[in-house]
């Protein structure tokens, strides 16, 4: 009797640790759950990135339009 309960424990404190393994690392939980809930806590700013975006690529625009002047200058 005894080693029978000893072999159901193991298998009990194998199991639990893979299923709940198994369970969390499945894509729609990930999507689900996860991304969600992050998404909830920091809601995108969207107008606010596009901005950002914007203003960067104008940036670099201007960069490059001033590297490609100096180099024909010269």
Do not use: C, T
């Amino acid at each position: 009797m005894g080693v029978k309960i000893e072999i159901f424990r193991m298998m009990l404190y194998l199991s639990f640790p893979v299923a709940m393994f198994w369970v969390s690392n499945q894509a729609e939980y990930f999507e689900e759950y996860v991304i969600k809930r992050k998404r909830e806590i920091f809601p995108p700013d969207e107008e606010l990135h596009r901005k950002e975006l914007e203003d960067f690529k104008e940036r670099m625009r201007l960069r490059r339009e001033q590297r490609i002047s100096m180099e024909s200058e010269n």
